[in-house]
């Protein structure tokens, strides 16, 4: 019996309609698949569409035309499998660490006692066992970032959805928490789909490297399979020479894609 496909876009086309009547294509004949239990990371230049795929697989946005499927069954309305991890804080401020993240099983009837002692327990698989009281401005951005990553996988979602989530961080930051992803990742191989505009951190972290190219009507243009072998160490992976041809490989395409949405966001400034 096959494995049913976490998550498979069939020429998924994206369009929103302006204020003066035309219509914007953002992305265009998109195919995408993820399995079950693997990492797949979207890179692409800015405004590319990589954020708004995700919204499309999360079932937040309706594509325009095409499907999307998520464990071989259409997708309609919100995608209840799913986990979205978002690159701003999305913690409430008058809440707990702990609070924070039990709240993803209060409000789906788990009683508070349970919920605080499994929130208790996933913030200290995060390392902040002992900084459940604190609120979120006493924490640092990483902190923060490790208590959104709680309130996620609280609710065992059996899809990740991740949004440029270490974007905001500094880079020493971003490999820890890198890493502890890959640890948390590792324990049960979720499907996992991770924009970054980062290209080392997509070859770091993922299975598959997808490159969309500039918009609009963007469109996957290339889908590398990254062999380096797991479990994998964001500092010590980006050593290793295979990565760094890897790296080379994919960014003779994606820089052209790059350039090319500068050229556009410079032209459109100039229009103004």
């Known amino acids: 019996m096959s494995t049913p496909t976490a998550v498979a876009l069939e020429d998924a086309k994206v369009a929103f309609h302006l204020g003066d009547g035309r219509v914007y294509t953002a992305v265009e004949k998109a195919h995408l698949s993820v399995a079950q239990g693997e990492f797949v990371a979207i890179v692409g230049p800015t405004g590319c569409g990589k954020s708004t795929l995700l919204n499309v697989a999360a079932g937040l946005l309706k ?17 209840r499998d799913a986990g979205y991890l978002f690159q701003a804080d999305a913690l ?26 499994r929130a208790q327990k ?18 640092s951005g990483g902190q ?35 890493n502890l992803l890959l640890d948390l990742w590792n324990a049960d191989r979720k499907a996992v789909l991770f924009v970054t505009h980062d290209l080392e951190e997509a070859i770091a972290l993922a299975d598959r490297v997808v490159i969309m190219s500039a918009g609009p009507s963007s469109r996957i243009i290339g889908d590398w399979r990254v062999s380096l072998p797991r479990p994998r160490d ?21 820089k052209d894609e790059v350039m090319k949405g500068y050229a556009q966001s410079t032209q459109a400034a100039e229009a103004v």
């Open 63 to 79: 594509p325009a035309a095409g499907s999307v499927r998520i464990f071989d069954q259409p997708l309609a309305g919100l995608n």
């Open 92 to 117: 409430f401020p008058w809440k707990t660490a702990l609070d924070n993240v039990a709240i993803g099983l209060e409000i789906v009837g788990t009683s508070r006692a349970e919920a605080l002692a």
């Open 122 to 139: 996933w913030l200290t698989s995060v390392g902040l066992g002992a900084f459940a009281n604190r609120y979120p401005h006493m924490l």
């Open 144 to 178: 923060r970032k490790r208590v959104a990553l709680a309130q996620v996988l609280i609710r065992d979602p059996k899809i990740l959805l991740m949004d440029e989530p270490f974007g905001p961080l500094d880079a020493q930051t971003r490999q820890v928490m890198g």
């Open 234 to 254: 964001i500092f010590e992976v980006r050593l290793d020479k295979e990565f760094h041809a890897l790296h080379r490989e994919i960014w003779s395409v994606l």
